[in-house]
């Protein structure tokens, strides 16, 4: 659900996040839970699930990993899905992401990591003149393996690379 609608056009957001130990799962390999992907944050443009940018993330099959993906919304249709990252569980991990024109660029860190790079192509994505943040979500036909809480934190930019707003939450899933 959106948390709070702004009415300028977002062109770029950093989120800092926090995916704890409790959310750690083993599953079989093939199995439903290896192809769950669970939002982390995201931004929409107006639409929900419409046109959207999401970073979300998945169970590795070591167990004391996740894997992070990009997931893109171009008209109600996932255009991409990338995988840009493996990250352990407890660890802090930064993402820049910027709207550039028929692309999304995504830079992405550990803690103890240098940025890597990572640029989508989203052919048809547009950039409203309104958007709104998109919270974390424990994704798919199952629930949560146990309560947990995420804490994440984002910072809006504008066309002019402005900084417009900031949130810090903890969000109980």
């Known amino acids: 659900m959106p948390t709070r609608l702004y009415a300028r056009r977002i062109t770029a957001f950093t989120a800092v996040w926090n995916i704890p130990i409790a959310c750690r799962q083993t599953y079989e390999k093939g199995s439903y839970e290896e192809e769950q992907v669970s939002k982390v944050i995201g ?42 990252g493996r990250f352990l569980y407890g660890e802090w991990v930064q993402c ?11 830079d992405i860190a550990g803690e103890d990591d ?42 809006l930019f504008n066309n002019d690379k402005e900084f417009m707003a900031k949130t810090w939450r903890t969000f109980k899933l």
């Open 43 to 84: 931004v929409s443009h107006w639409y929900h699930k419409r046109n959207s940018v999401r970073i979300g993330w998945s169970p590795n099959a070591s167990g004391g990993l996740y894997d992070a993906h990009a997931y893109i919304r171009v008209n109600g249709k996932v255009v991409s899905k990338q995988f840009i």
């Open 96 to 106: 820049c992401v910027e709207f550039g024109k028929d692309c999304v660029l995504i």
């Open 114 to 155: 240098a940025f890597v790079q990572h640029i989508i192509e989203t052919p048809g994505l547009p950039v409203y003149r309104a958007g709104y943040i998109l919270e974390p979500y424990y994704g798919g036909e199952k629930p949560a393996p146990e309560d947990f809480v995420i804490v994440a934190g984002i910072m």
